[in-house]
């Protein structure tokens, strides 16, 4: 049986994944010049991989699917990692940046668990990521008040147990609403 043990993780291996991140996302960009998503969890605290975990990253890679099969956008390229600092997935999409990215801010803002995901949407053109701001979105909201996402992480509003619990009611929910 493969059990998952749910690790703290330092900052330190935080940064050195974005680092590998980075870097795979920049071969990926280089290899096959076209659209990249980078997904990620929105995990605060230093747990980063557990069951809990996996199954929204799961049901955010099996959400990603339907809609690149709906919108006909073909995948060049796909790649999953699993470590400690939590799972990430690139896939490079054959698709304007653009329309992939108001797809998944409309996707990230209607599944019940979108506020969890982390969807980057990188240019190939430019290799920078596109922003909700640049395509006239609305900010992400915050988890706990409602209110924009950033200003509330920036400013640290919100303690990481209210953070955690919000998110754990979230999971449970949405489990319960498949059940």
Do not use: K, M
């Given at each position: 049986m493969n059990r998952v043990v749910a690790l703290a993780v330092s900052l330190d291996e935080v940064l050195a994944a974005r680092e590998q991140?980075?870097?795979?996302?920049?071969?990926?960009?280089?290899?096959?010049?076209?659209?990249?998503?980078?997904?990620?969890?929105v995990c605060p605290g230093p747990i980063k991989d557990s069951p809990q975990l996996r199954f929204v990253?799961?049901?955010?890679?099996?959400?990603?699917?339907?809609?690149?099969?709906?919108?006909?956008?073909?995948?060049?390229?796909?790649?999953?990692?699993?470590q400690p600092s939590g799972q990430e997935a690139i896939i490079v999409v054959d698709c304007p940046a653009q329309n992939l990215k108001w797809a998944l801010a409309v996707l990230e803002?209607?599944?019940?668990?979108?506020?969890?995901?982390d969807m980057d949407v990188i240019c190939s053109e430019t290799s920078r990521a596109i922003s909700r701001k640049s395509l006239l979105l609305a900010p992400r909201k915050c988890l706990v008040c409602g209110e924009?996402?950033?200003?509330?992480?920036?400013?640290?509003?919100h303690p990481q147990e209210d953070l955690l619990l919000v998110i754990e009611e979230k999971i449970n929910a949405y489990r319960h609403s498949l059940a």
């Open positions: 991140r980075v870097a795979r996302q920049n071969a990926a960009l280089a290899e096959f010049g076209n659209t990249l998503l980078s997904l990620t969890l990253f799961a049901e955010a890679l099996a959400a990603i699917d339907v809609l690149l099969a709906v919108r006909r956008w073909r995948v060049l390229a796909r790649e999953h990692v699993t803002d209607q599944h019940p668990l979108g506020r969890l995901w924009a996402a950033h200003a509330c992480a920036r400013s640290r509003a």
